[in-house]
């Protein structure tokens, strides 16, 4: 088994995340609020906007600071992890000083985590502290204005945060004859000064899914909390990828592998299990892509691999957050990506994109089909790069 060499870079290039989103009268096509089972009786549902494909499902809302809120096969389950926040506080009052509420789905953040709360005078101790908690509330849960929303494109405008002076457009794009969604992202700098950051895409799934992300070329994955030699390994390493699952972490996983032993690494079980487990791997990779495999699903992210030396050194193309078991917060796994770290003046705007893929998976639970599955997909997805 070969996984995986093949360049992941695309033909529509980045140029395409920055080319803008064009003003336009904003159309009513598949707006309607959220299914009367998520909601609670006296609470407003957020608007939801559709894209119509014969290969996937697909709804957003410009509520919630321009957010994901579903996307699978048809008539499939939906691969996204939604919180229940989304129904019963839909219309959440953006301040420096309040609580956060994470309402999960896709949502865009600005990198790096570390400035957050450095460069405002709204919560004076959030920025003495160095908080790296929560993000800009406003880019969150501000609602955007629906530009474009057709069979095939909804276009979102965030209105400029006065805590990061950032403003967050986002589109949703039918490509490749329906079979992909595009996602693009621009953040602009509305200060009077230039700044840095990079755009992070923030895509939440539940923690039954089983994770492939390619393994670093340097074969090391760095953590954000200390790791004990008695606790299970964070993942396994399965030839060039890595697979990571709750089975895993919690030292749980005992599936037969039915791979050669030449393409297993660093796959010896641990004796011991975890009741519960919170941490975020760090991983460099040089290929751009992340499958995970959901109620007989495959999502595949696919997006430019940006070289390490592009971003900022806090963190990584890809990082993979999860919290299983927890009983202090909610079960989750985040596939996270990031853009280049770029410098931007005044009116200037930076991008980044990612593509999605939904495919019906119905093979055996094993690593060896499971792998098979996705090779040939991202072999397919080539093809039309």
């Known amino acids: 088994m ?12 980045l140029a395409l995340a920055c080319t803008g989103i064009s003003s336009c009268a904003p159309s009513n096509h598949g707006e309607t609020s959220i299914p009367e089972a998520m909601t609670d009786k006296g609470t ?31 008539g499939k389950p939906n691969l996204l992890l939604i919180d229940n926040a989304v129904a019963t506080r839909p219309s959440p009052t953006p301040t420096a000083d309040g609580q956060h509420i994470d309402y999960h789905g896709h949502i ?19 920025r003495d502290d160095g908080a790296r908690w929560p993000p800009d509330p406003w880019l969150v849960w501000n609602e955007n204005e629906t530009l474009t929303s057709s069979p ?52 939440r799934v539940t923690t039954d899914a089983v994770i492939y992300t390619p393994a670093p070329a340097h074969n090391s994955v760095r953590f954000n909390t200390p790791q004990s030699p008695h606790q299970p390994p964070a993942f396994l390493k399965l030839n060039n990828v ?3 699952s709750r089975a895993i972490a919690l030292g749980e996983d005992s599936e037969e592998l039915h791979l050669d032993s030449a393409d297993i690494l660093d ?20 290929e751009g892509w992340i499958a995970a495999f959901i109620k007989g699903q495959l999502l595949l992210i696919e997006f430019e691999p940006i070289e390490a030396s592009r971003i900022h050194p806090e963190h990584t193309l890809i990082e993979i957050y999860y919290a299983f078991g927890s009983s202090d917060s909610s079960e989750i796994i985040e596939l996270e990506v990031h853009g280049p770290l770029s410098h931007y003046a005044t009116g200037e705007s930076i991008g ?34």
């Open 2 to 13: 070969r996984l995986f060499n093949n360049s992941c870079l695309y033909s529509l290039g």
């Open 44 to 74: 407003v549902p957020v608007k939801q906007l559709y894209l119509n494909s014969q290969a996937f499902s697909f709804a957003a809302t410009p509520n919630l600071g321009g957010r994901a809120l579903h996307f699978s096969v048809p």
């Open 108 to 126: 865009v953040w600005l990198g790096p985590q570390s400035q957050w709360w450095t460069h405002q005078n709204l919560n004076p101790k959030r």
């Open 152 to 203: 095939t494109e909804i276009a979102l405008q965030g209105a400029s945060s006065p805590l990061s002076g950032i403003s967050l457009n986002k589109t949703f794009t039918v490509i490749d004859d329906g079979s992909k969604l595009l996602l693009t992202a621009q953040a602009r700098n509305n200060n009077d000064h230039s700044v840095a950051n990079n755009l992070w895409f923030n895509t």
């Open 242 to 244: 890595l697979k990571i």
């Open 267 to 286: 796959a010896e079980k641990s004796k011991g299990r975890l009741k519960s487990r919170r941490e975020k791997l760090f991983i460099q990779a040089n």
């Open 352 to 385: 980044f994109y990612e593509t999605w893929q939904a495919l019906a998976y119905t093979g055996i639970d094993s690593d060896a089909a499971r792998l098979s599955f996705l090779e040939a997909a991202l072999k397919a997805s080539n093809s039309t790069r």
